[in-house]
């Protein structure tokens, strides 16, 4: 089993920024391929960006420039920082592990609200 526990969203002005953590823990073996999803109300989950165990990484066209993703191995955590943040970005934000075994797991979520 693998838990993923998402922490740092909140309410931010646009224009603002916020740093999203996904802290992983349990049978996690080698360095799995992690996504950030994001779900508003009335939608459909999206990709927001995702990172390879390599460290390639892959961004939406809608948080491109604004968007950093990144992993600390020795931490097992992964990390999302936003910048220039609009109130298009509000949503739940989801962290994703693809597990060895081909399972996805996922985190339970934090809510990023971007409004003045």
């Known amino acids: 089993q693998v838990q993923l526990a998402e922490s740092g969203g909140g309410l931010v002005q646009p224009g603002g920024s916020l740093r999203l953590s996904c802290a992983a823990s349990g049978s996690i073996f080698g360095l799995p391929k992690m996504d950030w999803y994001r779900q508003a109300p009335g939608k459909e989950r999206e990709l927001v960006a995702d990172i390879s165990s390599s460290g390639i990484t892959n961004y939406a066209d809608s948080v491109k420039g604004r968007v950093t993703i990144s992993r600390d191995n020795a931490k097992n955590t992964m990390y999302l920082q936003m910048n220039s943040l609009k109130p298009e970005d509000t949503a739940v934000y989801y962290c994703?592990?693809?597990?060895?075994?081909?399972?996805?797991?996922w985190g339970q979520g934090t809510q990023v609200t971007v409004s003045s």
């Open positions: 994703k592990l693809r597990h060895i075994s081909g399972i996805d797991f």
